[in-house]
C-alpha cells in the first residue's frame, strides 16, 4: 500500500520537531525519530489501528511523546493527515 504525508502533516511535524528541540537539544530529534516508527507501523499494519468516532480516519498513538498520527486509507493508498497533540481533539481532524 502506498503512504502519502499530506502537507498539513508535514508541517505538523516540522512544527512540533522544532518545538522540542527548543526544549532541549537533540529532543526535537528523538520526536522525530518516533513520528517515523509510528508511521511505519502505519504503512504496515494499517487496518490495527483505532478509527475515531463514525469517521473513516484512525489514529496511531506515541509512545513517548504525546502526539496522534491522524490516517485514513482510500483505495490503495494510506493519507496521513495530521500529527496532534493528545489533548486536542482527534475528531476534528478527519
Known amino acids: 500500500?502506498?503512504?502519502v504525508i499530506i502537507d498539513e502533516a508535514?508541517?505538523?511535524l516540522a512544527r512540533e520537531r522544532r518545538s522540542y528541540e527548543t526544549e532541549r537539544k537533540g529532543l526535537g530529534r528523538e520526536f522525530a525519530a518516533e513520528?517515523?516508527?509510528?508511521?511505519?507501523?502505519?504503512?504496515?499494519?494499517?487496518?490495527?489501528?483505532p478509527q475515531l468516532g463514525g469517521s473513516t480516519s484512525r489514529r496511531a498513538l506515541g509512545r513517548r511523546f504525546p502526539f496522534?498520527?491522524?490516517?485514513?486509507?482510500?483505495d490503495k493508498t494510506i493519507y496521513v493527515t495530521a500529527v496532534?497533540?493528545?489533548h486536542s481533539d482527534p475528531a476534528s481532524y478527519h
Request: net charge positive.
Open 1 to 3: 500500500m502506498k503512504l
Open 10 to 12: 508535514k508541517a505538523d
Open 35 to 49: 513520528m517515523r516508527e509510528i508511521i511505519e507501523r502505519i504503512g504496515k499494519f494499517p487496518l490495527s489501528f
Open 68 to 74: 496522534f498520527v491522524i490516517f485514513f486509507i482510500d
Open 84 to 86: 496532534v497533540h493528545q
